[in-house]
């Protein structure tokens, strides 16, 4: 039952001989968090991330209106009636691994099964990333008193580099699904 609910996660395993699904997912929004929490430690005075007026609080209300949106794409791409999202995507397709009769096997992506993967995977983080921004709006301020002063600045910046990281990782994704929607999907194969 885990493996199913963790399934909308498995879009992280989409391998491709380009390497685009590595750069996409995880070395871009990497970089970008990276250099926001480096460019916000060496910045006079204090960048709020918690708090009604913090970064976090700020993004709460985007992140949750994104569900909503994900979720309707994801029906979009599973009944779209176009005949090539069934095709494999051209070129070498991506793989990604699949549980099939109760053994795990590699498969090649249609356009329409690298879509839905995305858009769950998608659906998923926002909602995670709801959840967490919730908890680290509620509980910054009772951390905040339990541990010690030296470590505030250490925690902070790691909190924001991992949140701020998957959510700079939906925004990329979310671009790269868009491109694909809009465009390659309607792109004739060579």
Known sequence: MLSQLLRPLAYLTIRHTS???????WVT?????????????FMKGDIAVFGDSGAVSRTLS???????FYIAA????????????????????????????????VVQLTRRRFLSSMFAYLTALSIILTVVAIGAVSLATPLREMVDIW????????????????????????????????????????
Do not use: C
């Open 151 to 190: 470590w505030h600045p250490w925690l902070k910046g790691a909190f924001s580099f991992f949140f701020f990281g998957f959510g700079i990782q939906l925004l990329v994704v979310t671009m790269w699904g868009i491109y694909y929607l809009g465009e390659r999907v309607h792109t004739p194969d060579p």
């Open 29 to 41: 929004p990497a970089l970008i968090s990276g250099a926001l929490v480096l460019v916000a430690h």
């Open 74 to 105: 994801l029906a979009a791409v599973a009944t779209f009636a176009n005949p090539d999202m069934q095709k494999l995507m051209p070129g070498t397709p991506p793989t990604i691994s699949i549980l099939y009769n109760g053994k795990a096997a």
């Open 62 to 68: 985007f992140l949750q209106s994104l569900p909503g």
């Open 19 to 25: 390497r685009a699904p590595l750069y996409i997912n």
